[in-house]
């Protein structure tokens, strides 16, 4: 039995918002773009087309996976990130457009140099390795305490061209790393930052699918915040930079455990909401 791309799409769409699926019409249009390997414009222009049972099995496990709530990008296994498309699995985070704002700013101070970065707690790779195609000479160390999410990581390095200018480590923060054989002009990162209050309000596209540790270190979500700001001056040239994205209720909090003694607070750069997200420091020494 066959059906045609319009009636599949029709009924996709109609099972994904009874399931609550924001945008259901642009949810389904992208599982079968994937499947496909077409553009949404193929399957406007080729509504009456007929998928043969194989393409619609598939597609029908696609749009029952998309309705329990598993994430489009762990479906399909992709997300893009600032222009590139990086491999994604239940075992790193779905690359986010806030973060992009985070390599964004680390552009802003490095971009042109061949400068030495670390990227703790790295997850799919996407700002160590962003920041790798846009910096030509620059080399990056990128941490991250799940092997797993390592190895995603590698994938997309090997995908994107860049496996020889970036070293990937198991480490919980900096614990695998000497001082006296690592010191950085750059330390970026995007911790876990959600309190453990707060995750019970996530979508359940997060809270069910994403892993935990990369989402909430728990009580407060600043527990890594905290670490960064006390270990990273051991591994930071004079004047190098650290930059971090936050929660959107938590510009406050961070500036309030900044040590100005160590560190000086050059700015909290906003989202695209006007929330404080992006935190840059300058070492002082």
């Known amino acids: 039995m066959t059906r045609s791309i319009a009636e599949v799409l029709r009924e996709a769409s109609r099972q994904l918002s009874m399931a609550g699926v924001p945008e259901a019409r642009r949810e389904a249009g992208s599982l ?13 222009s080729h509504a009456e087309e007929q998928l ?4 619609l099995a ?15 990008q762990y479906i399909v296994g ?14 790193v985070l779905i690359p986010r457009l806030e973060t992009e704002l985070l390599v964004e700013a680390a552009l802003e101070i490095k971009r042109g140099s061949t400068a030495l970065i670390c990227d703790v707690g790295t997850g799919s790779g996407c700002i160590a390795i962003t920041l790798l195609r846009e910096i030509g000479g620059a080399r990056a160390v990128a941490l991250d305490n799940s092997p797993a999410a390592l190895e995603v990581a590698k994938l997309n390095a090997r995908r994107l061209s ?25 330390v970026v990162s995007n911790p876990p930052y959600v309190s453990a209050a707060m995750l019970s309000g996530l979508q359940r596209e997060v ?8 989402l ?15 270990e990273t001056p051991a591994f930071l040239r004079s004047d190098g930079y650290l930059l971090m994205e936050i929660g959107f209720d938590q510009g406050e ?22 929330i404080p997200r992006i935190v840059i420091l300058r070492k002082r020494f």
């Open 253 to 274: 909090a961070v500036t309030n455990l900044v040590d100005n003694d160590i560190w000086r607070l050059v700015e909290i750069k906003p989202d695209l909401q006007g």
């Open 32 to 44: 079968l773009s994937r499947l496909l390997g077409r553009d949404r414009t193929f399957l406007i």
């Open 207 to 214: 809270r069910d699918h994403e892993p935990l540790v990369a």
């Open 52 to 55: 043969d049972e194989k393409a």
């Open 162 to 186: 860049v496996s020889e200018r970036v070293v990937f480590q198991v480490s919980d923060c900096f614990s695998a790393l000497d001082p006296s054989e690592y010191q950085f002009d750059l």
């Open 78 to 91: 992709v997300q893009d990130f600032f222009g590139r498309e990086f491999r994604v699995t239940p075992d």
């Open 58 to 72: 598939q597609f029908e496990s696609y749009v029952e996976r998309r309705a329990s709530g598993e994430p489009l």
């Open 216 to 230: 909430s270190p728990g009580r407060d979500g600043l527990t890594m915040i905290r670490r960064l700001l006390h």
